[in-house]
C-alpha cells in the first residue's frame, strides 16, 4: 500500500476492510427460491451476520433442497421471503 500511496509511510493503519457490504434495503436477509430460475435458493443480505447465522441458514436451506420446503416456520420464512414488502418490519410481517 505504501508503494501506492508513499504519504502512508507514517501512518498507523490498525485495520483495513474492503469488499462489498451485502446489505438488503431493510436489513432483513433473503432466504428464498430464486424467481423464475428453478433449483436456485438465494441466501443473501446477510451484511455483517453471515457467519453467526450461517449454520440456521445452511439448515434452513438444507431442508428447501432436501424437502423441498423450509424447516423454520411458514410464518418466519415469510420475513425472508424475496418478494416481501421491504417498507415493513419484520415484526410488522409476522401479523
Do not use: H
Not at 433442497?65 to 425472508?80: D, G, R, T, W
Request: hydrophobic fraction near 40%; charge should be positive.
Amino acid at each position: 500500500m505504501i508503494s501506492l500511496l508513499p504519504r502512508f509511510k507514517n501512518l498507523l493503519i490498525r485495520r483495513i476492510w474492503r469488499g462489498c457490504y451485502p446489505m438488503t434495503p431493510d436489513g432483513v436477509p433473503i432466504i428464498d427460491y430464486a424467481p423464475g430460475l428453478e433449483g436456485l435458493i438465494l441466501a443473501v443480505g446477510m451484511c455483517g451476520q453471515g457467519f453467526m447465522l450461517g449454520p440456521g441458514v445452511g439448515k434452513n436451506i438444507a431442508s428447501m433442497i432436501i424437502n423441498n420446503k423450509p424447516y423454520i416456520s411458514a410464518e418466519a420464512q415469510n420475513c425472508f421471503r424475496y418478494d416481501r414488502d421491504i417498507n415493513k418490519t419484520s415484526t410488522e410481517t409476522l401479523k
